[in-house]
């Protein structure tokens, strides 16, 4: 089970890879790719590595592992071309004039950003993979080029000072092994792997070369004898199949005794084997098989054909105690998965008639939203080494649809996974049917419901709660989105006081040319970016007018310029609107006097409306109650909750039970022991020996309703509970 052999080649030359592409792509112009390397070779002419050997060997071996990944060949040639404009002052405009639009565009892409000077090694990272980024949502080929690249260096990274090889493999592992395993390709993934534990960690890596290589006799006879008993057994029942057998990759090993706590001699599983076959129903017609002949290994089978993961891969891995009672992982594929999982996307890389397909994925996409909505440097990278790791658990949505998620995520991180609105409007979750808290963690196989309200809003909290750094993200844009627009409108009412002041206003600024001059000395871009910096206190209302000609003049005829912020204002409003003792807001007024629908008893956090009603003023329904009768009602108003105002409100749940002695007392003690307040219960026995329970309870909103329903839920005795 041979992975791809990405070995430095010294003595590669450009018709090695002709023939090479020959053999995979017999139809293509080569005389394009020859002319490739005479322009590579010209502009690097005179150029050494650190290893002393010609600067042409690297963008030849580039190359070399884009044909082993059986690349296009505008892939292949911006393989050769890569550094060109980085390190021989050729511009794109000369790529594009000699060969490409394409192969201009991936190779610009690949381009470092080496003649900007970052304060630390972190910026000069991140700065390069936004750049990377942005050109690979264009290009997906831009990345597969550059993790070609980047096993390249890995593999002559010997010639470098011992910083630079530590600083090398660390960011090989913290972003290009990510990148390899979203891709998919494996082989480049797991080869990366193992170039960083060489580098990093060489006394483990030289350690574990050794243990393995000490059995390698009695290994490969092992190896050997398991093939054969494979073969036979699937024979047996007629399959046709290719088998495989090799030891596990030094990496993964070294995570097994991490994972474990243990040394190289306690692994047992070391050895993996790959059964490929003709179609997916043979694959489990092996899985069969394997588990009639040897014993499965309890909790170790994983169906990744029925369920794949996000990067396309497929498989049906499964551990089963072989010959000689020793513990060997299978895995059973079609020659297609195969093909898939060691190559990733290039594997679906194809020519259509008139024009090439490229591939567009969706993380890619979501990438770049982050590039643009993130300024902080810091919070990118924590993206990109955080939400490139695939692999954790597999949930589904009420519809059946399939999501992975990392290990420890919350519903919370689920409900941002789905859409951001389904995450910023999240008051709760059932999972498998039952109510649970949003800080509970996701098992494989849950379904999972996201319940939503549209008066719910993403709070500071919930960065505790979430995992990904997705759901972190989106969190914290939509805080930001509320400071920048309190910081806007108390910055607006501080400007236009101030203005008064010197009898004039924002328009009449804005006709003079003021207001430009104004922005251009804040150096800002708007006026709202102005008004928030004001309402942020950045900027003074000293400075504001000292940057306003016209207000310098008159400053002398003006005795106060200090005005008292907004915020004052708004804390007054809030006091006196703390108050009053109703909970509904009607037209922004707090002292209307409205009544609660009894059809539906709204509480906080439930989607409202307000009608007047003739004869009797506005009640309140929710938005969903099916009670009313729009014919009885003269017109709706605008009707919200009152966020300052903390009191309790009547809802009524229902509660379906086995009919046990006692239940109804067991759930009064659960409630009260909520410090939730029972106003009333009734209870009758219902056919098939159940028990109907209808408690009217006082909540202060929709999360402690909910909290109650889940805790409740959780009785043995609980058949199902509902808002009544």
């Known amino acids: 089970m041979d992975r791809l052999d990405f070995s430095h080649e010294r003595d590669l030359t450009i018709d090695k890879l002709v023939s090479r592409v020959e053999a995979y792509f017999p139809d293509v112009d080569l005389a394009v790719l020859k002319k490739a390397y005479g322009f590579a070779e010209k502009a690097h002419q005179g150029q050494k590595r650190s290893s002393g050997e010609d600067y042409i060997i690297h963008p030849l071996n580039v190359a070399s592992t884009l044909i082993k990944l059986q690349m296009d060949l505008d892939c292949i040639i911006a393989g050769l071309l890569h550094d060109v404009v980085e390190d021989c002052e050729i511009t794109p405009e000369t790529i594009e004039k000699e060969f490409s639009g394409d192969i201009a565009m991936i190779v610009v892409g690949l381009t470092k950003i080496s003649k900007i000077e970052f304060k630390t090694r972190e910026e000069s990272q991140a700065e390069n993979f936004r750049k990377m980024v942005v050109a690979m949502a264009a290009d997906i080929r831009v990345i597969i080029v550059k993790l070609a690249d980047r096993m390249h260096n890995m593999r002559t990274l010997q010639y470098m000072s ?91 090993i070294y995570k097994k005794m991490m994972s474990r706590g243990v040394d190289f001699e306690q692994i047992q599983d070391v050895l993996a084997f790959r059964v490929i076959v003709d179609n997916i129903t043979e694959c489990y017609k092996v899985l069969g098989v394997m588990h009639s002949s040897f ?78 909505a993130l300024k902080n440097n810091s919070e990118f990278m924590d993206v990109v080494k955080n939400d490139l790791d695939i692999g954790g658990v597999f949930v589904f949505t009420p519809k059946g649809d399939v999501h992975e998620l990392r290990y420890g995520s919350t519903p919370l991180d689920f409900a941002y996974a789905v859409h951001t609105e389904v995450g910023n409007h999240c008051v709760g979750a059932k999972i498998n049917g039952k109510m649970v808290s949003l800080k509970y963690r996701l098992k494989s196989g849950d379904s999972v419901d996201i319940l939503t309200s549209k008066t719910q809003a993403p709070s500071k909290d919930w960065l505790n709660i979430v995992k990904t750094t997705r759901a972190k993200a989106k969190i914290k844009q ?39 001059k104004c922005l251009s000395h804040f150096k800002v871009d708007t006026l709202d970016d102005f008004y928030v910096h004001v309402g942020s206190g950045k900027f003074t209302t000293g400075q504001i007018v000292s940057a306003i000609p016209y207000l310098e003049e008159k400053r002398h005829e003006v005795d106060d310029i200090d005005i008292k912020p907004f915020a004052e204002k708004l804390s007054k409003s809030n006091q006196k609107r703390l108050k009053s003792n109703n909970a509904i807001i009607v037209d922004g007024m707090s002292d209307v006097v409205v009544r609660m629908g009894k059809c539906c008893n709204p509480i906080p956090g439930d989607a409202i409306l307000g009608y007047i009603t003739r004869g009797r003023g506005i009640t309140v329904h929710t938005a969903e109650c099916t009670r009313v009768d729009h014919a009885e009602f003269g017109r709706n108003v605008h009707v919200e909750w009152n966020a300052d105002l903390n009191t309790k409100h009547p809802v009524n749940i229902k509660i379906i039970t086995h009919d046990k002695p006692g239940v109804l007392s067991l759930i009064s003690q659960l409630i009260n022991g909520l410090k939730i307040n029972i106003r009333s219960a009734v209870a009758r026995s219902l056919p098939d020996r159940k028990g109907s329970f209808l408690f009217e309870i006082e909540v202060h909103d929709y999360t402690e309703l909910l909290k109650a329903i889940s805790a409740i839920e959780s009785l043995k005795e609980v058949i199902s509970v509902s808002r009544a």
């Open 162 to 252: 011992d910083e630079k090889q530590k600083q090398i493999a660390q960011e090989t592992l913290d972003i290009y092994v990510p990148l390899a395993s979203r891709l998919g390709i494996n082989s480049v993934k797991a080869e990366l792997e193992d170039l960083y534990l060489r580098f990093l960690k060489p006394e483990v890596y030289y350690r574990l070369a050794e243990k393995v290589a000490m059995n390698r006799k009695a290994r490969n006879s092992y190896i050997e004898e398991v093939i054969d008993i494979l073969k036979f057994k699937l024979m047996e029942f007629s399959v046709k199949a290719e088998v495989k057998g090799r030891p596990k990759h030094f990496y993964s």
């Open 295 to 372: 014993t499965p290994i309890p909790g170790r089978f994983k169906d990744y054909i029925a369920i794949p993961k996000v990067n396309n891969y497929q498989s049906l891995h499964t551990a089963v105690i072989g010959p000689k009672a020793e513990r060997i992982e299978v895995q059973i594929r079609t020659m297609e998965m195969d093909l898939v999982a060691e190559t990733g996307v290039a594997a679906h890389w194809k020519y259509k008639e008139g024009g090439k397909s490229i591939n567009k994925l969706d993380w890619v996409q979501e990438l770049l939203e982050f590039n643009k």
């Open 478 to 516: 939509w805080l930001l989105k509320v400071e920048r627009s309190r910081f806007k409108e108390v910055g607006e009412d501080i400007v236009d006081k101030l203005l008064k002041k010197f009898a004039t206003n924002i328009g009449a600024l804005r006709k003079n040319g003021m207001v430009d």
